[in-house]
């Protein structure tokens, strides 16, 4: 149909004016305008200094990415910035970082077991997957892992050389179901165990397998005949192995390295235990303390050191993601952790939950004191107090008694709840 009504027609814009502005207070008007010009200026700056400006105080230090293997997956370090007086925070930050991520590379490499790393030459270095290709040659080692045989030396340790029982625990740790476990378990597997049992009586024999210290950091490796027959005819690849005690020997490098360049106000911690501080006097700190009870875990106790101290924290349960590297739970809640007695080859844990502490010595010290203690069938309560006159203390439960064997120790927030009441005990 055509439309007959008109269109509205639009109404038609006024005719544009011309207005005057009036050219008083123009000084003012200038003065204001670079007034507001200054405080955004002095608002951005302030944003980008913000943004690029470290404050001071606790931080967590981030390592620098290098594209390098290294451990800062497992480890947290956490640093108190801005108590120098000759960097700012921003440029402590950075140098302190960059250390960080340094240090974590060099330990990585000098305490890896089975990957050989070469150095700006394309010479091989000489770390601990290196000796395990080299047997009875004398090599020059990094004096890092020299001092750590000496150390495992002085304390009678045979720890190290059950490398091949810790490859069937590694195989076991990374099974994702119990079918698949039972193939690795010496407990469950006759076969395992049959093997594990002849694996013993190499490794803990020292004219079958030993480290010879020689000094100025060479060593040997030395292997017997019949024992390198043997690792020849059983796919075994390394001699020798820290496991579960590489994170201790990589704090300490890392910590003592800082420490030599006036990084002193900090602490390093790892996942699987280990805390380590940097040497700065008048640290506080508070560890959380746990125990198994109805089959869960109980914040039982915080202790709360007045000085910085080194620990070692052994636990028989996964805590963390990362935990599948040391841990195998079987679906009826039997634990397989890395604590493998050197007699029998076998895990064990003679508490839910052990922290051991000292002031003077390092994590590796405290661990090598303190692993016959929790790798073992029962908790010895004598031996505990032998080991604390030797400077390492420790916290344990019995019952819902939080027993400590330090005197001057401070526990706080014992738990009260859900019908359970623990309580804290002097042991001596």
Request: glycine share 6%; net charge negative; aromatic share 12%.
């Amino acid at each position: 149909m055509r439309r007959t009504a008109k269109e509205k027609s639009l109404p038609r814009p006024k005719p544009v004016q011309r207005i005057e502005v009036s050219d008083k207070h123009t000084a003012l008007r200038i003065v204001c305008f670079v007034i507001c010009i200054l405080f955004a200026v002095v608002a951005m700056s302030y944003a980008v200094y913000r943004l690029v400006t470290r404050p001071s105080g606790w931080t967590t230090i981030k390592a620098a990415v290098t594209g390098e293997d290294n451990c800062t997956d497992e480890l947290l370090l956490q640093y108190d910035i801005g108590l120098r007086d000759d960097i700012s925070t921003t440029t402590e930050y950075k140098q302190l970082a960059e250390m960080y991520s340094n240090l974590c590379s060099e330990a990585y490499r000098i305490f890896q077991s089975d990957e050989e790393y070469f150095g700006a030459d394309d010479a091989p270095a000489a770390n601990l997957a290196y000796l395990n290709k080299h047997p009875n040659e004398v090599v020059t080692v990094d004096s890092a892992l020299y001092s750590a045989f000496a150390l495992i030396r002085d304390n009678g340790s045979r720890y190290p050389y059950l490398a091949p029982v810790y490859t069937e625990y590694k195989g076991l740790f990374s099974c994702e179901n119990d079918s698949e476990a039972e193939e690795f378990d010496p407990m469950l597997n006759s076969e395992v165990r049959g093997f594990v049992d002849e694996t013993l009586t190499y490794v803990n024999n020292p004219d079958a397998i030993d480290i010879e210290l020689l000094g100025e950091n060479k060593l040997r490796l030395n292997v017997s005949d019949e024992y390198a027959d043997f690792a020849s005819k059983n796919g075994i690849e390394e001699y020798l192995d820290f496991f579960w005690l590489k994170n201790a020997f990589i704090v300490d490098y890392i910590a003592e390295h800082l420490a030599e360049n006036s990084y002193i106000h900090g602490t390093i911690t790892t996942y699987d235990g280990y805390t380590r501080h940097l040497g700065g006097a008048g640290m506080a700190l508070s560890m959380n303390f746990y125990d198994e009870a109805d089959g869960r875990g109980i914040p039982a106790a915080q202790m709360d050191f007045k000085t910085a101290r080194n620990a070692v924290y052994f636990r028989n349960y996964e805590n963390s993601d990362m935990d599948t590297m040391h841990f195998y739970t079987y679906s009826n809640g039997e634990v397989r952790n890395p604590f493998v007695d050197p007699k029998d080859g076998l895990c064990k844990a003679s508490k839910s939950d052990l922290l051991m502490y000292s002031d003077e010595l390092g994590c590796a010290e405290i661990a090598l004191a303190a692993y016959g203690l929790y790798s073992s069938d029962s908790f010895d309560t004598e031996a505990v107090l032998s080991t604390a006159k030797r400077g390492v203390n420790a916290l344990y439960c019995e019952g819902t008694e939080v027993c400590f064997t330090e005197a001057e120790a401070t526990l706080s927030h014992l738990y009260q709840n859900d019908g359970l009441s623990y309580s804290a005990k002097h042991v001596s």
